[in-house]
């Protein structure tokens, strides 16, 4: 051990003791173990000036040493094999690990029960395979959701900000400035497209829960190539029109709570060059510039201005 992994062992206990009662053994216990992981920090010290010391008991804090020793069921219930949630901010590799444990338990709990977690775990007439789905969720988690101090301001914060966010997401978007000064459309073709994205949605859907997590990356982005260049090839046999065919996607994806990827799968590049004649194709990028006037994550930046190269047929050069 070093001091960097005793300390983490030690926080993750004070964490754990969060979730006891005072009075309880499990958290007289842990203050035991906390007082000792000071002494331990002081060996990770000494053993790095090539003194010889005693690490900390492996059962304190690994899993499988735990289930081994006297009073297994007692030290499993203690144990800090975990880092606290808060930790999801010090180590980007843990809030990876987090977000892609939340995002596959969300997408198995769609395919085996039609709910997502947070709305399997609000249902009150559970049953016993959700239960047990749920049990098996909370086991697993990477990191610690108990109740102590800093994670409590760890979610004060993010509360705070989740107030900014939503402040922004009220805003109500105007998609007008993607589409193009095309103007009218034939309410046939748009019902025409309506149901072909109403289509893409429900294969798009049905994919992921007939073959998540059975595909390989290369198979998986060929076949997704594939997928597009399908409806893509669709949605121009219904309007052979690039900018009435856009404005027509940018008025059904932009108008719902449904899912927009459909508009950039479809006519992306489209939208790209309707806002770069409304800029005049004229783009605005912050670069890096110690003495510049947009500070941003302890750097300085300064905008800058370029004009691209647009043509008629709305060919752009980037270079």
């Known amino acids: 051990d070093d001091i960097g992994p005793t300390t983490n062992k030690i926080t993750a206990m004070i964490d754990v003791a969060s979730s006891f009662d005072k009075d309880s053994n499990e958290y007289k216990e842990l203050q035991y173990r906390i007082i000792c992981g000071q002494n331990y920090q002081q060996n990770a010290i000494d053993k790095m000036k090539g003194i010889l010391s005693k690490s900390m008991p ?3 804090y690994d899993y499988h040493s735990a289930k081994v ?3 297994k069921d007692f030290n499993i219930s203690i144990l800090a094999d975990k880092k606290p949630y ?3 901010y010090n180590y980007p590799y843990l809030a990876k690990k987090y977000k892609k444990y939340i995002g596959n338990a969300n997408k198995n709990c769609l395919m085996r029960f039609g709910l997502t977690v947070d709305e399997l775990i609000n249902k009150t007439d559970k049953s016993e395979q959700e239960s047990l789905f749920l049990m098996y969720y909370h086991r697993k988690i990477p990191i610690y959701f108990n109740k102590s101090t800093m994670n409590r301001i760890c979610w004060r914060i993010e509360q705070e900000f989740d107030g900014y ?3 922004f997401k009220n805003t109500q978007f105007d998609h007008t400035i993607i589409m193009s000064n095309e103007g009218y459309y034939l309410q046939s073709r748009f019902n025409n497209i309506k149901d072909l994205y109403e289509e893409y949605l429900l294969r798009t859907k049905q ?6 997590g059975k595909e390989d ?3 998986k982005k060929i076949k997704r190539h594939a997928f597009i260049q399908d409806f893509k090839k669709r949605a121009y046999e219904i309007c052979n029109n690039s900018e009435e065919l856009c404005n027509i996607i940018v008025d059904l994806c932009y108008t719902n709570n449904s899912s927009k990827q459909f508009a950039w799968d479809i006519c992306g590049d489209v939208i790209i060059n309707n806002l770069l004649i409304k800029s005049k194709c004229v783009i605005e990028y912050p670069i890096a510039n110690e003495n510049g006037e947009i500070e941003f994550s302890g750097e300085r930046f300064s905008l800058y201005i370029k004009k691209l190269d647009c043509e008629d047929d709305y ?3 980037f270079e």
């Open 69 to 71: 020793v006297e009073n």
């Open 217 to 219: 990356k290369d198979d």
């Open 165 to 167: 966010k939503d402040k």
């Open 315 to 317: 060919e752009t050069d």
């Open 58 to 60: 492996r059962e304190w």
């Open 207 to 212: 994919h992921m829960q007939i073959n998540y």
């Open 86 to 88: 808060f930790f999801i």
